[in-house]
């Protein structure tokens, strides 16, 4: 069986660029969901604080389980 070829870089600076374009990507992807977000609660009459507050939550989750892990 013939052996596919990754992508994977050992340049240590190449992966972080990647990493950080991929990170700038999902930030412009949400920024733009929860513009749609809020549109569609403005049309509705909803509150449109409660998905920023749910995302809120989820953020917070993430930084209280890393800081129980020592940091």
């Known amino acids: 069986m013939k052996k596919l070829k990754t992508m994977i870089t050992e340049d240590k600076d190449t992966r972080r660029a990647l990493n950080d374009l991929a990170r700038h990507q999902t930030i412009c992807n949400l920024y ?4 749609t977000d809020m549109m569609v609660c403005e ?14 939550s989820v953020i ?3 930084k209280r389980k890393e800081g129980s892990d020592g940091e």
Request: net charge negative; aromatic share 20%; hydrophobic share 35%.
């Open 43 to 56: 049309i509705e009459g909803w509150d449109k604080k409660e998905y920023l507050n749910q995302l809120k």
């Open 60 to 62: 917070e989750y993430f």
């Open 32 to 35: 733009r969901d929860i513009l």
